[in-house]
């Protein structure tokens, strides 16, 4: 983790998969971009490969943002290339940049 670009948003918690098993998530957190797009990355602590399609997953990561501040629409999987085995990459809505912004994230591409 870069600690000069990297905006840690929750600490560790347990997201559980469409099967029921449960997962240890270390970190969400974003990366300053300097951009309007933000991804949020989730580091696990063992291998989750194969399940960044799935939509619990996908929530418990959610309501763990809803716990640390989030108010805005839910995140969707993230292009499947940016994936890794400890890694879940998620894409978030437009709305997300107000939460982000309130975390220290900025959006350099407001000044053009």
Do not use: C
């Not at 939509?55 to 990561?61: C, E, M, P």
């Not at 085995?85 to 309130?102: G, I, K, M, N, Q």
């Amino acid at each position: 983790m870069n600690h000069d670009t990297d905006i840690q948003l929750s600490g560790p918690f347990k997201a559980t998969d469409g099967s029921g098993r449960a997962h240890d998530a270390k970190a969400i957190r974003i990366f300053d971009e300097g951009y309007g797009a933000i991804d949020v990355y989730v580091d696990f602590k063992a291998p989750i490969s194969g399940l960044h399609k799935d939509k619990a997953l996908i929530a418990a990561v959610v309501a763990q943002l809803r716990t640390v501040g989030y108010k805005g629409p839910d995140l969707t999987a993230g292009d499947p290339v940016l994936q890794e085995a400890r890694l879940l990459v998620l894409e978030s809505p437009d709305e997300f940049s107000t939460f982000a912004a309130s975390k220290g994230w900025k959006d350099l591409s407001e000044d053009f």
